[in-house]
């Protein structure tokens, strides 16, 4: 079992940047890769970014040039690092982990928000 705890979001200005983390514990050996998602009010999920525990990174169109995700070797922790953040970023960030142990699972963490004024 995987146990994720987001923080680090907050209120920010248009153009201004902060710093996700999500706190990984458990059987992280099964952590397959780690995506952040959002869910703005009113909205479906949408994808961020996503690491594998080999490294490889993805982003959604909407973080392409402007968020980077890093983490550690052992999946642990994992940075959602966002710059020039808009208002439409506004949204509660979940970090969620996948495996194939058992079938495949996936576990999700509680969300943290993150609020941009314009």
């Known amino acids: 079992q995987v146990r994720l705890v987001e923080s680090g979001g907050g209120l920010v200005q248009a153009g201004g940047s902060l710093s996700l983390s999500c706190a990984a514990s458990?059987?992280?050996?099964?952590?397959?890769?780690i995506s952040w998602v959002r869910q703005a009010p009113g909205k479906q999920y949408d994808f961020v970014a996503s690491?594998?525990?080999?490294?490889?990174?993805n982003y959604g169109d909407s973080a392409k040039g402007r968020f980077t995700i890093f983490g550690d070797n052992f999946m642990t922790t994992v940075t959602l690092q966002m710059t020039n953040l808009q208002p439409e970023d506004t949204a509660v960030y979940y970090c969620k982990a996948r495996g194939d142990f058992a079938g495949g699972w996936d576990s999700w963490g509680d969300g943290t928000q993150v609020t941009v004024s314009s």
């Open positions: 458990g059987s992280t050996y099964r952590i397959k890769d």
């Open positions: 690491i594998t525990k080999g490294g490889g990174t």
